[in-house]
């Protein structure tokens, strides 16, 4: 058995692949031993799902194959999915097999977060994965095809989505524009058809430039969207949801888009977590386990008023980049560093050619922020795959 320190990674998405991609550069050779481990053989660009979920784009362009990222030379990729992670031995248990570590990695994502409202779990379908985005887009297409078989149903082209976050709002903004389409196809008069986007904070986007915000719902509403803002949903049915005081909205189809929580194979491996979520120290490790760290949705960053972050892959990526500079500092005893977020902005889509956004402080809106849109995807594509997937999927994103 070799000496060298066994870094284990779960989770090929921005934190994981980021991490796996620098620690690749920078480790020298046989400095350790590197395993990635991830659900399936691709890595899936989450920020762009949306769009396969509403239909305007096939699902297949939003992966890449993690073989084309990672040079398995230097990185053992295992396509597995992590059923439990033993800290008290330091081993992983995956579905096929068990992998031990010295240094671990967690980057699995997050869960839907339901905050326990009544059928969400059961009724609902969420926007978190290739599988789930398929899914969607084929039950909104039936949706249509059913509704020419039973034209009393108008509950079949009732389609709820419920939170306006950054989720919420990209996903309604491309359904709005895949709806008139859709009606063409299957000869179904589009004023039949309702898309709510209902939200219990009292605005859209909450937290986000309240100008930016306005814009926004004036695009999407003059799209058809019907906001529903300042309005909880109490109950999800398997014939739609009830909201407010009782009010019944009949809908075939519920995407729940309002919340993230951590990975239950964190609090089940008995880590500290808030709504599943680890408070990391500054350098990324989980208190008292200072060969763990954790990066992306699972990790809780707060910003300088102590407030936390909202999760984003912005933040996934730069943990990425610092956790393995860490890995790499902790194998050769050198200084760890200490973990800082800078924004560099934030723009939503709000469907074809249009989305709201602050880039380096400055507001923008229309088709100059669907321009950044497309600039920020690109630029990832260049960070993980360089020129050659921004040739292959540049054009496409
Ligand atoms: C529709 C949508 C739009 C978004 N838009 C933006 C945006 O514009 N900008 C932005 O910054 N953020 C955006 N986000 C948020 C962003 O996508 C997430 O914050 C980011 O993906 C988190 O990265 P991560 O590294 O934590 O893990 P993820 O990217 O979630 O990846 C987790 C990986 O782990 C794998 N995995 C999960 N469980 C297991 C297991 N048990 N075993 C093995 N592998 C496992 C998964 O298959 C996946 O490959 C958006 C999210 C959604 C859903």
Request: hydrophobic content about 40%.
């Amino acid at each position: 058995m070799s000496n060298i320190p066994k870094i284990v990674i779960l989770g090929a998405g921005y934190g994981g692949i980021l991490t796996a991609l620098r620690l690749q550069k920078e480790l020298n050779y046989n400095e350790a031993d590197v395993t990635l481990v991830n659900k399936h053989d691709y890595h899936y660009i989450t920020t762009h799902l949306h769009m396969p979920a509403a239909g305007t784009d096939r699902a297949e362009n939003a992966r890449v194959s993690i073989s084309k990222l990672i040079d398995e030379f230097k990185i053992d990729f295992v396509k597995s999915t992590v059923v439990q992670i033993r800290t008290q031995d330091k081993k992983v248990i995956l579905e096929d097999g068990t992998l031990s570590y010295d240094y671990l990695v967690i980057g699995v994502g997050g869960e839907p977060e339901t905050f326990g409202i009544p059928g969400m779990l059961e009724y609902a379908m969420n926007i978190r994965s290739l599988n789930s985005v398929r899914l969607i887009r084929e039950h909104i297409e039936y949706q249509f095809a059913r509704y020419k078989r039973e034209p009393h149903r108008t509950d079949y082209l009732t389609f709820v989505v419920g939170g306006a976050g950054f989720t919420g709002i990209e996903f309604v903004g491309e359904l709005a524009d895949r709806i008139p389409e859709l009606c063409k196809q299957f000869d179904v008069d589009p004023q039949l058809v309702k898309l709510y986007n209902i939200e219990a904070a009292p605005t859209a986007l909450p937290g986000f430039d309240p100008e930016l915000v306005e814009y926004g719902m004036q695009v999407l509403t003059k799209k058809g969207v019907i906001f529903r803002i300042g309005t909880a949903i109490k109950e999800c049915t398997p014939d739609g949801v009830i909201v407010g005081e009782g009010e019944e909205i009949r809908a075939a189809t519920v995407i729940w888009a309002a919340g993230v929580r951590g990975n239950r194979l964190i609090e089940e491996a008995g880590i500290e977590t808030m709504r599943g979520r680890v408070k990391i120290d500054e350098c990324l490790r989980v208190p008292n386990h200072e060969n763990i760290y954790v990066v992306g949705d699972n990790s809780l960053v707060f910003n300088p008023e102590g407030r936390p972050y909202p999760p984003t892959a912005q933040i996934a990526m730069q943990q990425g980049v610092v956790c393995a500079h860490n890995l790499v500092a902790s194998i050769r005893n050198q200084p760890l560093k200490q973990f800082e977020f800078k924004n560099k902005g934030t723009v939503a889509s709000l469907g074809k050619g249009e989305a709201i956004g602050i880039v380096f402080g400055k507001k923008y809106t229309g088709s100059k922020a669907a321009w950044f849109k497309k600039a920020i995807d690109i630029r990832y594509l260049y960070i993980i795959g360089g020129i050659p997937l921004v040739v292959r999927k540049g054009k496409i994103l």
